[in-house]
């Protein structure tokens, strides 16, 4: 018992509003068209978002910028030292010890807003899900230990999880 | 062949039969738990007719009650969302700046609308806790599952809930 039993007691002798006797016709009605067709009651159907994967656009963009400045950066050293220029460019860039070449020197991924956004039904299936949306910022840093040179590429992504929830 | 149709009718006449019996059963809580956000029956009956329809169609049982409830109030949030109008008008009696339009409840006496003005003048998460908890009859755990929060914080949104609604009515009594 607790102090608001007298006042729970209450509560539910209030009986709520009955719905009409429409509303069951309507129901049978939907549920014997197809699903595609049916009366959406005044509610549009959801519309198909496009979602950025932002996690792979910035990976992407970054991974572009690093191969760029790492090709400048090469043929700016070959050009430079013509005495090794018979040396096979690859292996230029592929020594990590290589002084005047840009390293990764930083990678975080800061989550600053989960969000939860409820049970649904996913797409092709009748496992009810919860979708649960994270946005987080990236940031890659490259830095040139002989040069002191850096470069840096922050990106905001956005990640949609499906979790699968038990059924109750 | 002709026992296969058969049974196959028998078995949508079951289906058609049950989703009745389980409506029926369900209509008035889900009802006044689309009112929460919905300021009229005719509103609120088209959210909860939009909601059934999408969850029996996967389901064919309200085992998942949960799943029922959320996607009304998924469907409820949808269709508020897209009528800018609506919204404001939503937000401005959520405020408890303007009384519901048509009443939650079947009223009796005095004492009944005085509750049940109360329960209009609650703060909504509240409210919807508590419709969950006492028109519903959602353990603490449903409630949970239902709005992506923690049993605590439901059983306590409930608890302020009764506070709230004692305090409002104390002057009355």
Not at chain 1, 76 to 83: E, L, W
Not at chain 2, 96 to 102: A, H, L, T, Y
């Amino acid at each position: 018992m607790n102090d608001f039993s007298d006042l729970e007691i209450e509560l539910e002798k209030l009986r709520p509003v009955q719905p009409s006797e429409n509303l069951v016709t309507q129901i049978e009605r939907a549920l014997a068209e197809a699903p595609g067709s049916a009366a959406t009651a005044g509610v549009l159907p959801r519309t198909q978002r496009l979602h950025w994967n932002w996690v792979t656009l910035g990976l992407g963009v970054a991974a572009a910028a690093f191969l760029v400045l790492a090709r400048i950066d090469s043929d700016h050293s070959v050009k430079q030292a013509p005495a090794t220029a018979s040396a096979p460019p690859v292996s230029s860039r592929t020594t990590p010890e290589k002084a005047d070449q840009l390293v990764v020197s930083d990678l975080s991924q800061v989550v600053y807003n989960t969000r939860n956004e409820g049970l649904l039904f996913a797409d092709d299936s009748a496992q009810p899900v919860r979708r649960v949306r994270s946005q987080t910022r990236e940031t890659l840093q490259w830095r040139n230990p002989s040069t002191g040179a850096s470069l840096r590429v922050s990106y905001p992504s956005e990640e949609i999880e499906l979790i699968p929830i038990s059924g109750q | 062949m002709i026992i296969k149709d058969r049974e196959k009718v028998m078995e949508n006449a079951a289906t058609h039969e049950n989703w009745k019996v389980c409506f029926s059963q369900l209509a008035p809580g889900l009802l006044l738990f689309a009112r929460q956000w919905m300021r009229s029956n005719a509103d609120a009956e088209d959210v909860v007719q939009e909601a059934f329809v999408r969850f029996w169609r996967k389901q064919h049982s309200v085992d998942n009650r949960a799943l029922l409830y959320a996607t009304v109030r998924s469907i409820a949030l949808d269709f508020i969302r897209r009528d800018s109008r609506r919204a404001r008008r939503e937000a401005n009696a959520f405020s408890g700046s303007e009384q519901s339009v048509e009443p939650y409840f079947e009223v009796d006496d005095e004492s009944q609308q005085v509750l049940h003005d109360a329960i209009d003048r609650l703060p909504h998460e509240q409210r919807e806790v508590l419709v969950m908890k006492i028109w519903n009859e959602f353990t603490f755990a449903e409630i949970a599952n239902v709005l992506g929060i923690s049993q605590n914080t439901a059983a306590s949104r409930y608890r302020y809930a009764l506070a709230a609604l004692k305090r409002n009515l104390l002057p009355h009594e």
